[in-house]
């Protein structure tokens, strides 16, 4: 009488929904596109392999993350063992603008953005200049600098730290420092798709060119946007504003990205100042359209 029950139980095991062993075939066209390393094609070849085999969907996926688990403890011994020269990635930019506001003309900017992301901390260097000549005659002159480490006591909460030069004769000021320290929140932290939040106080001090210093308590905050909307495609917005009882900035720049060849991209962008008590003869807001490459190392 046993028998019979013994040799059906593999079948009922089965049709109690115990994972059945990846077909040969299947396993092999998994195998192979985990050996590529590429996220994307595995996740592909995932899902055509349980819609093919599905009595095996629990050993795919079992495969499948135990390939990112043994990816994610490799990003972070690398992490871990990286020295302070690794690790670093940036984008060096070079194009042209048409400027409105304070300026009518055509000119050229250059950038550089650096940045270096461990286990708990992020670092993010920031270069800009923008230069223009009208007639033999300066015409725009902007130069910024600016540093951002951030301490990550959570998966999305941070400790950060701001520090920044700037200097812009035709919006009013020879010299402008900024530091400020305050709390940072990832809001929206997935593949493609990121916004963080900052806000603190902060301290300025400015230099007018009309000879005034102006030295403040300020409070800071900040949004940093980036969506990645193709593969070849990603929009970013980055707006900041420094609030203060004399002159408060805003500042915006929205950017659309499109990828061309390897590293290099082609780069819209938008950019809005406003000064909320610019010195005497000079508009409050400068807006700026730029056109450039941007080159990702």
């Known amino acids: 009488m046993l028998a019979p029950i013994l040799l059906a139980a593999p079948t009922l095991l089965a049709a109690a929904g115990d994972p059945a062993p990846i077909p040969p075939p299947i ?74 506001g304070n300026t009518h003309d055509v000119g050229a900017n250059a950038a550089l953005d650096l940045s270096r992301e461990t286990i708990r901390w992020r670092h993010k260097l920031h270069f800009a200049a923008d230069y223009q000549e009208s007639a033999g005659l300066v015409s725009r002159e ?24 700037e200097s812009d004769r035709f919006l009013g000021y020879t010299s402008r420092y900024s530091a400020s320290l305050g709390m940072g929140y990832s809001a929206i932290k997935q593949s493609g798709l990121k916004l963080d939040l900052e806000l603190g106080p902060a301290y300025r001090d400015t230099d007018f060119t009309d000879g005034t210093l102006e030295s403040s ?34 500042s915006s720049t929205t950017a659309l990205s499109a990828k061309l060849i390897g590293p290099l991209a082609a780069k819209l962008s938008y950019a809005v100042q406003y000064e909320s008590m610019p010195p005497v003869g000079r508009v409050g807001t400068d807006t700026t359209s730029r056109a450039s490459l941007v080159y990702s190392f």
Do not use: C
């Open 217 to 250: 308590i300020a409070g800071r905050g900040s949004v940093n946007f980036d969506w990645k909307m193709s593969p070849a495609i990603s929009l970013s917005q980055v707006a900041s504003a420094y609030v203060q009882h004399f002159n408060s900035t805003v």
């Open 27 to 100: 396993k092999a066209m998994l195998d192979a596109a985990i050996a590529s390393g590429n996220d994307a094609e595995i996740a592909t070849v995932a899902k055509y392999a349980r819609t093919a085999a599905p009595q095996s969907a629990k050993e795919i996926a079992a495969l499948v993350d135990g390939w990112h688990h043994d990816q994610a403890a490799k990003h972070e011994a690398a992490l871990r063992d990286a020295g302070p020269l690794d690790l670093w990635r940036g984008k060096a930019e070079l194009g042209g603008y048409i400027t409105a």
């Open 142 to 165: 902007h130069y910024l600098a600016s540093y951002e480490p951030n301490f990550k006591f959570s998966p999305r909460a941070y400790l950060y730290g701001a520090a920044q030069y």
